[in-house]
């Protein structure tokens, strides 16, 4: 067992951390930025190390000071939440190089699905459908042509080293191609350092769906089913719910099945999420996340199982604490994220909070690091809470929302909560029926 483990993260994913840890009598060390010497996380970690200033390039991006604030205080694991190092392959050899755990995948795994092209064709290798596409990268119009013409308009245009929507552009039409295809590759070169993109048919009206996987590192794995996160704006979800309201139960065991025969097949450690697009009854994988998820709890409400403690469990080498015959659904859960964001441009709104009052009652989480005269600083992530709701099915889910939302209060900052006020009135959210596009459209018609 570990006796202390380093959270290289901030905000509610290291308190996430820190609770988990808790609970399994393990101490924590908080490290941070000058900018959040006051944050909920140093304050309730058993330590707390300053790794650098503001800029997460010398805070929580600096491997060398997280390196050292393991070896001044003696941690022995390192969890990185989600974001900053959580999926990058060389930190993850370098701790290891270090003697220290890594609380997650390999460098191996999280390199291979890394790449955007090498995970397609490892989901192709291990079974996992796929979106039609490029074989691999496709190097310069002429061929780019090419394929488009036969695999048919619309095309969606990747980086292959890609995130977040970032050389991502679409091409309704032959005509559109020239242009989309010079917009990726600079978007991508911009953000990436890497140019290279694939191509892949563009789906009209599909569904966002994730299979959250767990896998021991030892040949077993299992699925945690589905996840819907359709709601989306500029590819960034702000809306997600499991059980997803439009997947079989057919499906359900189908794609899960699928999913966690691959996680055994490669030997996977710790928890992932492998993503789709839905459509007319078929999946189609777009990518593999090597990390925990921001939406991890409404599978944890779901199924009762704390994903984060089966994480630290994996990493100190103990087989699963449940089987997949253990893992039945329980009821629906939504997840809204709140971001310190002024409407309707969703600017970044960073502040001092002057009130903060959590919802309570049964089946409502709230996961914040927010409190009483709190400033929110301005160099990171605009992420200020996610309030998870849990109920017998989802119409007594998005009643609870409703009623949760009305409780919460966030003063001194603008935030994005007068949108989900608005969603969750909107027929098309009440009863499910929507795709990854219906967001954008809601925006262009009620915010812009």
Same mark, same amino acid.
């Given at each position: ?44 970690? =058993?330590? #707390?190390?300053?790794? &650098?200033? %503001?800029?997460?390039?010398? !805070?929580?991006?600096? /491997? +060398?000071?997280?390196?050292? $604030? ?50 397609? =064709?490892? #989901?192709?290798?291990? &079974?996992? %459908?796929?979106?039609?596409? !490029?074989?691999?990268? /496709? +190097?310069?119009?002429?061929? $780019? ?67 959250? /996987? ?235």
């Amino acid at each position: 067992m570990f006796d202390k483990i380093l959270i290289a993260n901030r905000g509610e994913i290291a308190l996430r951390v820190i609770r988990a840890a808790r609970e399994m009598g393990i101490k924590t060390v908080a490290v941070h930025s000058t900018a959040d010497s006051d944050a909920m996380h140093v304050r309730m970690a =058993d330590e #707390a190390v300053c790794i &650098g200033p %503001p800029p997460a390039m010398d !805070s929580y991006l600096s /491997v +060398p000071a997280i390196i050292a $604030a393991c070896e001044i205080t003696g941690a022995q694991a390192i969890h990185p939440g989600y974001g900053f190092l959580s999926e990058n392959a060389r930190f993850v050899q370098i701790v290891e190089d270090h003697g220290l755990t890594f609380i997650g995948p390999s460098a191996e795994h999280i390199r291979m699905m890394g790449d955007k092209i090498t995970a397609k =064709d490892t #989901a192709k290798r291990l &079974g996992i %459908p796929v979106v039609p596409g !490029s074989d691999g990268g /496709v +190097p310069d119009l002429e061929t $780019a042509r090419t394929v488009a013409d036969e695999m048919g308009y619309p095309v969606i245009i990747k980086a292959t080293a890609g995130g977040g929507g970032r050389g991502m552009k679409v091409a309704k039409t032959a005509a559109d191609l020239k242009n989309a295809w010079g917009t990726a590759r600079s978007e991508a070169k911009a953000a990436f350092g890497n140019d290279e993109c694939y191509m892949e048919k563009y789906l009209q009206k599909p569904r966002h769906i994730e299979v959250q /996987v767990f896998g021991d590192g030892k040949g077993g794995g299992v699925h945690l089913a589905e996840r819907d996160c359709s709601l989306q704006r500029r590819h960034q979800k702000v809306f997600e719910e499991a059980p997803g309201p439009t997947i079989s139960a057919e499906d359900r065991a189908r794609i899960g099945g699928i999913c966690a025969n691959a996680v055994a097949e490669m030997g996977y450690s710790g928890a992932g999420t492998i993503e789709f697009l839905f459509e007319d009854g078929e999946f189609y994988f777009i990518e593999m996340n090597t990390r925990l998820q921001v939406e991890h709890p409404v599978t944890e409400a779901i199924f009762g199982v704390d994903l984060v403690r089966e994480q630290i469990r994996v990493a100190e080498g103990l087989p699963l604490s449940f089987a997949q015959d253990d893992l039945v659904v329980n009821g629906a859960a939504i997840e809204i994220r709140i971001n310190a964001e002024r409407l309707p441009n969703f600017a970044p709104c960073p502040g001092r909070i002057s009130q903060y009052h959590v919802p309570g009652g049964l089946g409502v989480r709230m996961d914040s690091a927010l409190y009483d005269g709190y400033t929110i600083p301005p160099y990171y992530d605009s992420l200020i809470g996610k309030l998870i709701v849990h109920g017998r099915d989802r119409t007594e889910a998005i009643s609870r929302l409703q009623r949760a939302l009305g409780e919460l209060i966030v003063d001194g900052v603008d935030t994005t909560v007068p949108l989900f006020h608005a969603l969750l009135q909107e027929p098309d959210v009440q009863s499910g029926t929507y795709n990854i596009h219906w967001l954008e459209r809601w925006l262009d018609e009620n915010m812009s």
